[in-house]
């Protein structure tokens, strides 16, 4: 889904969208980065000068509430966005934090998990761990 889509499902929710809301959509869509908010932001307040850290983190949690972003929690405080709310797969460098998508079909375990534990499962995610090939090189030039 594209930008303009996106934001007329959510005016037709009664979402205002200002101009530094669509930029923040439009760079999410635009990247395969994962950015953290503050990325984000430094990105945003090139264009808008007057954008505040609460702007962005406030347009995040909206565009997350309203499913059009996964937020990829790694613990240290610090979430990665991603514009592709659907579920797909995640590898981490462990050295640098980089993360990058991993295409292949969903593992089809939810019900055998519901099944087994009783639990009503909303969801699975699944991160495989590695070095990446930048810190890989990096590592050999040391």
Do not use: W
Not at 32 to 60: C, M, R, W
Not at 71 to 92: A, K, T
Request: with cysteine; hydrophobic share 35%; net charge neutral.
């Amino acid at each position: 889904m594209d930008a303009i889509e996106i934001l007329k499902q959510l005016k037709d929710k009664g979402v205002r969208f200002t101009p530094q809301r669509q930029a923040i959509l439009e760079f999410l869509l635009g990247t395969t980065s994962h950015p953290t908010a503050d990325e984000i932001y430094h990105h945003v307040k090139a264009k808008f000068p007057g954008v505040s850290l609460g702007t962005i983190y406030n347009t995040l949690n909206m565009l997350k509430v309203h499913g059009h972003l996964l937020e990829l929690s790694y613990g240290d405080m610090s979430s990665r966005f991603d514009g592709n709310p659907q579920n797909h797969y995640h590898i981490v460098c462990s050295k640098c934090g980089k993360v990058v998508d991993f295409h292949r079909p969903l593992i089809d375990i939810a019900q055998e998990a519901q099944e087994k534990s009783g639990f009503t499962i909303l969801g699975h995610r699944l991160e495989l761990y590695g070095i990446c090939p930048e810190c890989n090189k990096s590592e050999m030039l040391n």
